[in-house]
């Protein structure tokens, strides 16, 4: 362990302490750590197609998280500074400050968190290290049966090949330092105001009423697995629309890492050692590896994540109706099923899984409006907004991804069978 010389944990979107290889690496090498944040307002600004990159609700979501992880830090010694600005301008002050000689961080490979990782490095001088981890996957890249460039284009093949030849690591616990190296850090939380935005209040009848924050994570895990057992009938309701316990909710958690996959894996298993393995415990597992599927998709694919012709480099020509995109967003369509999930996810953030694919395919399919554009706006308004998550099933729904099949979502069917008594209609269109 390196004493005098301090280890900086960069954190992104990996908002926690527990099973957090950087921050488990940094404690494990350094007497002194501190944690850096950067509230980066420039991505909360209009940007492409009219959006913001982050919108309220994800802001409020974000804010919660960075208190929790400032709570938990402190029982750990470790002091989190928060800054509004980047981090290629912030970063370079605080390693000077506090003679930091290694930053630690998640790795990341999508363009823009790329590009930032890399000008920070120019910025830095020469004797500072940088380590970089995945920390995000279910199963670690270095653990996968396949080269990249031999990535299955089907997700059943990917699925089938992992489950026979990978297994998933134990989580990372960090080190508690010493009192007698703690320094102190400028950990005061933001309000929302600060950051440009009107207070948030829940929905009185949103399907997601949770807070940001690990501690909130594990909450929802011990409610939906041990106190309820709702994890056991999970694959019957998961296409569920109202409620906040027709699914796990764990994808709002798992978009900033305020809990790892693997955290949620291994209590999987230990509901599974208590109250027995079922086809609902194990399709947790499966969305798990979706998840993890759409990351490899964008580690090899790279921009073509965020091009017009997706993956498939598919000439489609989309159209840019400003009227129907408006119409579709303000909920006024002529369809009355993606108009409640549209009002929806305006008021709270929110949308089932369900409801997405609807309304995605509504979006693109039967309107032919461009899907970038669909996924820009679920970028601004999702509180669970996953960059890979979104784009590659985005790219699936419209055709020029990842789905063999190349579906369109008959609305009206799907309406009346995930709503046949016109209950979540009647919630939201007349609310």
């Known amino acids: ?42 991505r909360m600004k209009i940007e492409q197609y009219g959006f913001k990159k982050m919108g309220k609700f994800r802001a409020k979501f974000l804010l919660q998280t960075l208190q929790d992880l400032k709570n938990e830090l402190e029982k750990l010694n470790i002091p989190l500074y928060l800054e509004k600005g980047s981090p290629i301008t ?44 995945f920390d995000q996957f279910l199963f670690h890249p270095d653990d996968m049966p396949f080269q990249l460039d031999q990535l299955p284009q ?34 005061d939380i933001p309000s929302l105001n600060i950051l440009g935005f009107d207070e948030v209040n829940i929905h009185p009848d949103t399907a997601f009423p949770f807070k940001g924050g690990s501690n909130s994570a594990l909450d929802r895990v011990d409610h939906y697995f041990f106190q309820t057992q709702k994890l056991s009938e999970y694959k019957e309701t998961r296409n569920g629309l109202i409620g906040a316990d027709y699914s796990s909710k764990l994808s709002a958690w798992l978009a900033n890492g305020s809990i790892s996959p693997k955290t949620i894996y291994w209590k999987v298993k230990q509901f599974e050692k208590e109250y027995g393995s079922s086809s609902s415990s194990y399709w947790l ?125 008959n609305v009206s069917f799907q309406a009346e069978r995930y709503d046949p008594d016109g209950e979540y209609r009647k919630l939201w269109l007349q609310s």
Not at 4 to 27: H, I, M
Not at 166 to 182: A, G, M, R, W, Y
Not at 291 to 300: C, G, M, P, Q
Not at 338 to 345: P, S
Request: charged share 25%; glycine share 6%; net charge neutral.
């Open 1 to 42: 362990m390196q004493k005098g010389k301090t280890g900086l944990v960069w954190f992104g979107n990996n908002l926690r302490v527990r099973d957090n290889n950087a921050l488990t690496l940094a404690t494990s090498k350094h007497s002194r750590v501190i944690g850096i944040y950067c509230l980066d307002v420039e």
């Open 90 to 133: 912030v970063i370079p002050k605080y390693c000077k400050e506090f003679q930091v000689d290694v930053i630690y961080y998640q790795e990341e490979f999508t363009a823009e968190e790329i590009e930032e990782i890399n000008s920070l490095r120019e910025k830095l001088p020469a004797h500072i290290d940088t380590v970089g981890s």
């Open 154 to 187: 089907v997700f059943t093949n990917f699925r089938k090949k992992v489950e026979c030849n990978c297994t998933v690591l134990h989580e990372s616990i960090p080190n508690k330092l010493s009192t007698d190296t703690l320094v102190d850090g400028n950990r």
């Open 285 to 409: 597992i499966f969305e798990l590896l979706w998840r993890d599927y759409f990351k490899y998709l964008a580690l090899k694919h790279g921009n073509s994540l965020f091009k017009r012709n997706g993956i498939l480099n598919k000439p489609i020509p989309w159209k840019k109706d400003e009227m129907e995109i408006t119409n579709w967003i303000e909920g006024k369509t002529e369809e009355p099923f993606v108009n409640a999930n549209m009002i929806e996810l305006k008021k709270t953030g929110w949308m089932s899984n369900r409801g997405r694919q609807n309304v995605a395919s509504y979006f693109s399919k039967s309107l032919g409006l461009d899907w970038r554009i669909g996924a820009a706006y679920f970028e601004e308004m999702l509180i669970d907004y996953d960059v890979h998550s979104n784009y590659g099933n985005w790219q699936y729904v419209a055709g020029v991804g990842n789905d063999p099949r190349d579906r369109k979502f």
